[in-house]
């Protein structure tokens, strides 16, 4: 079974401090994606990274960086010096190699105090 | 450049009435999926389809119906309407076609209050 663990259900930083958000995955399978998906106040949600299993290496995309480790069945994102627009709830997500059935976790919201 | 439209954004059914969500894609994707938002609970798949003509249960089916009669547009019915159906409803359409998944891209939600 595929099962997708966010701890954190709400966080609040001050503008500028650096967050992390938590996600822990569980699967069988070997190969597998892993996504995050942000959700602003306005209810849209919006892709932010896919990382496929084969691929521990951590990225950073500007402010925002993911980190990956299978060791730990975790794919943590960090934001460095939040912003207040960053205010939202984000989503940890598990699929399948086959695409089929996407699996989200429950959220975390972040509020950034400006 | 409309991608995800969902139908209607918002709407009030009294218990045992029916209704039908109507999600339209015009990327040409293959995969389609209606998520229900519920508070502490994450998104939840109700039901997906991978092609035209096809439909799958997901993780809460019941009490819900869909159909893919045209690849553009994924329908979900609400035959008789329960409060516990009261959600933020979002459809959802992938470029996933027998390989590794692709993003999804979500409608706007579609809240349903059931009274």
């Known amino acids: 079974a595929q099962k997708v663990t966010q701890a954190q259900t709400e966080i609040s930083v001050v503008e500028k401090e650096d967050v992390t958000l938590d996600c822990v995955y569980e699967t069988r399978d070997t190969t597998y994606y892993l996504f995050w998906y942000k959700q602003p106040p306005s209810g849209e949600l919006v892709f932010l990274i896919r990382?496929?299993?084969?691929?521990?290496q951590n990225e950073i995309s500007g402010r925002y960086s993911w980190n990956f480790q299978k060791s730990t069945s975790s794919f943590n994102f960090t934001i460095t010096a939040s912003q207040v627009v960053d205010s939202a709830v984000y989503f940890c997500?598990?699929?399948?190699?086959?695409?089929?059935?996407?699996?989200f976790g429950t959220g975390t919201s972040l509020t950034v105090i400006p | 450049n409309a991608g995800v439209t969902q139908t209607p954004k918002f709407r009030v059914l009294k218990t045992g009435q029916s209704m039908t969500l109507l999600c339209a894609q015009d990327m040409n994707h293959e995969y389609m999926y209606w998520y229900r938002q519920d508070p502490g609970m994450g998104l939840r798949l109700i039901h997906y389809?991978?092609?035209?003509?096809?439909?799958a249960k997901g993780e809460v089916p019941d009490g819900y119906n869909v159909s893919r009669l045209k690849k553009q547009n994924f329908l979900l019915g609400l035959e008789s309407a329960a409060p516990s159906q009261t959600s933020v409803y979002f459809c959802a359409s992938s470029r996933t076609s027998g390989g590794p998944p692709g993003e999804l891209f979500f409608g706007e939600g579609s809240r349903l209050t059931v009274l």
């Open positions: 990382r496929n299993s084969f691929d521990e």
């Open positions: 997500a598990l699929s399948r190699y086959t695409g089929n059935q996407f699996y």
């Open positions: 389809s991978v092609g035209e003509g096809t439909t």
